[in-house]
């Protein structure tokens, strides 16, 4: 059984939203607190939450259990988000499954694929939904420093993934990976039919 930890990104300061994305609500529940929960409930142990802009706000108003993570840096692109929260990675983890607090209908049985399918022996699971690649995605350890030194500016770890095809096994999942970007899509969700969301493979 691996022993997986879970990390969102959660840091921007949603210039396009009108503010930070983890405070907002969705079904009565933050963005952030759908996130470190989804997360738990597909089988990660510890989650990490990566916080910037409006981090003291996220923090008081969390009531999900998760290690939040400080990134200083946040106006630098997502990248900076992804570098800090891997490298806060406890040792005691065979790898991580990553996913951004701004898609609140992943949910947790893609969570489990990806994990089930490092179980499997892949070293990195990325979710697929309709034959694109989306969130979440899984890293094993031995490949964290790595995608940390790829990412750069709001790239995550797509440089990594296409270097090295080889190591990635995608994984059809459940769920709907829109983005949410502004408030117009955030209302979208909440209508009985929601449009075909972005996929993001940041």
């Given at each position: 059984m691996k022993n997986t930890a879970g990390l969102v990104l959660a840091a921007g300061a949603g210039r396009r939203f009108g503010g930070p994305?983890?405070?907002?609500?969705?079904?009565?529940?933050?963005l952030l607190d759908?996130?470190?929960?989804?997360?738990?409930?597909?089988?990660?142990?510890?989650v990490?939450?990566?916080?910037?802009?409006?981090?003291?706000?996220?923090?008081?108003?969390?009531?999900?259990?998760?290690?939040?993570?400080?990134?200083?840096?946040?106006?630098?692109?997502?990248?900076?988000?992804?570098k800090a929260g891997l490298a806060a990675v406890p040792?005691?983890?065979?790898?991580?499954?990553?996913?951004?607090?701004?898609?609140?209908?992943?949910?947790?049985?893609?969570?489990?694929?990806?994990?089930a399918a490092a179980e499997e022996g892949a070293a990195v699971a990325v979710a697929v939904y309709a034959g694109?690649?989306?969130h979440p995605m899984y890293f094993a350890r031995?490949?964290?420093?790595?995608?940390?030194?790829g990412a750069s500016g709001d790239r995550g770890a797509r440089d990594f993934?296409?270097?090295h095809p080889g190591l990635v096994r995608e994984v059809e999942c459940p769920g709907d990976p829109l983005?949410?970007?502004?408030?117009?899509?955030?209302?979208?969700?909440?209508?009985?039919?929601?449009?075909?969301?972005?996929?993001?493979q940041r």
């Amino acid at each position: 059984m691996k022993n997986t930890a879970g990390l969102v990104l959660a840091a921007g300061a949603g210039r396009r939203f009108g503010g930070p994305k983890a405070l907002a609500e969705f079904d009565g529940r933050s963005l952030l607190d759908r996130a470190v929960a989804t997360l738990h409930a597909g089988g990660c142990r510890q989650v990490l939450g990566v916080l910037g802009a409006g981090a003291e706000q996220a923090l008081a108003a969390a009531t999900e259990a998760f290690t939040p993570v400080m990134n200083r840096r946040w106006g630098q692109g997502l990248s900076t988000s992804l570098k800090a929260g891997l490298a806060a990675v406890p040792e005691r983890y065979d790898g991580v499954v990553v996913t951004l607090v701004d898609q609140p209908r992943i949910v947790p049985e893609a969570v489990r694929r990806v994990i089930a399918a490092a179980e499997e022996g892949a070293a990195v699971a990325v979710a697929v939904y309709a034959g694109r690649r989306g969130h979440p995605m899984y890293f094993a350890r031995e490949h964290l420093d790595a995608i940390a030194a790829g990412a750069s500016g709001d790239r995550g770890a797509r440089d990594f993934l296409a270097a090295h095809p080889g190591l990635v096994r995608e994984v059809e999942c459940p769920g709907d990976p829109l983005d949410v970007d502004t408030q117009a899509d955030l209302e979208a969700l909440s209508r009985p039919t929601s449009p075909p969301g972005l996929v993001s493979q940041r």
